[in-house]
């Protein structure tokens, strides 16, 4: 999946590319590689949850949210 993502970004002109595959809770990962890469921004993609489906489902992008270093984009599909 991640390969393939890579290869559309590529189509699309976007070569500046590194895909990161680790172990462990998502938020706490993300978290960790936009503090080891003293990142910017971090971009992430959001779906819209009912509440009761919230409450539920959590939101990785609502932990990463609150705990991030640094800003965070939330990009709606």
């Not at 999946?1 to 998502?26: C, F, H, Q, T």
């Not at 706490?28 to 489902?57: C, T």
């Not at 932990?63 to 800003?71: D, E, I, Y």
């Amino acid at each position: 999946m991640l390969k393939k993502e890579e290869a559309r970004l590529k189509k699309e002109g976007i070569n500046n590319i590194e895909s990161v595959l680790r172990d462990g809770d998502a938020s706490h990962e993300i978290i960790a590689l936009a503090m080891e890469r003293r990142a910017d921004l971090i971009v992430m993609s959001s779906h819209r949850y009912s509440p009761v489906g919230k409450i539920f489902m959590g939101s990785i992008t609502d932990r990463v949210t609150k705990k991030s270093p640094c800003p965070v984009l939330w990009v709606f599909k």
